[in-house]
């Protein structure tokens, strides 16, 4: 089992950084594919960023150029460092892992493991 813990999650003003840190324990990450999804209430989770256990990343493109994902093996750890944000991006973000390699990176049913989340609140 894998357990996950999303954090860095706050308030910011439009334009602001934040950079939201997933803590793994359980199983060591460097063979894990993983990712960021958000979700508003009542709504999909949306696919965010995800990084590859070899290295390769993917975005959305509402957030490509802003938003860059990476990895710290070393520390078990995923990072998500979110520049220019914009009160569209409020909402709960979740850190969430599967093994090996697939090939819906940007598919949230391909995903095994799942973070509680954390509040990224934008204002205006």
């Known amino acids: 089992q894998v357990q996950l813990v999303e954090s860095g999650g706050g308030l910011v003003q439009a334009g602001g950084s934040l950079r939201l840190s997933c803590a793994a324990s359980?199983?060591?990450?460097?063979?894990?594919?993983m990712a960021w999804f958000r979700q508003a209430p009542g709504l999909e989770r949306e696919f965010v960023a995800a990084?590859?256990?070899?290295?390769?990343?993917y975005y959305a493109d509402s957030v490509k150029g802003r938003f860059t994902i990476s990895r710290d093996n070393a520390k078990n750890t995923v990072l998500l460092q979110m520049n220019s944000l914009k009160t569209e991006d409020t909402t709960v973000y979740h850190c969430t892992a599967v093994p090996g390699t697939v090939a819906g990176l940007r598919d949230h049913d391909q995903y095994t493991y799942w973070g509680r989340g954390t509040q990224v609140t934008v204002s205006s």
């Open positions: 990084i590859r256990w070899t290295g390769g990343t």
């Open positions: 359980g199983r060591t990450l460097s063979s894990y594919g």
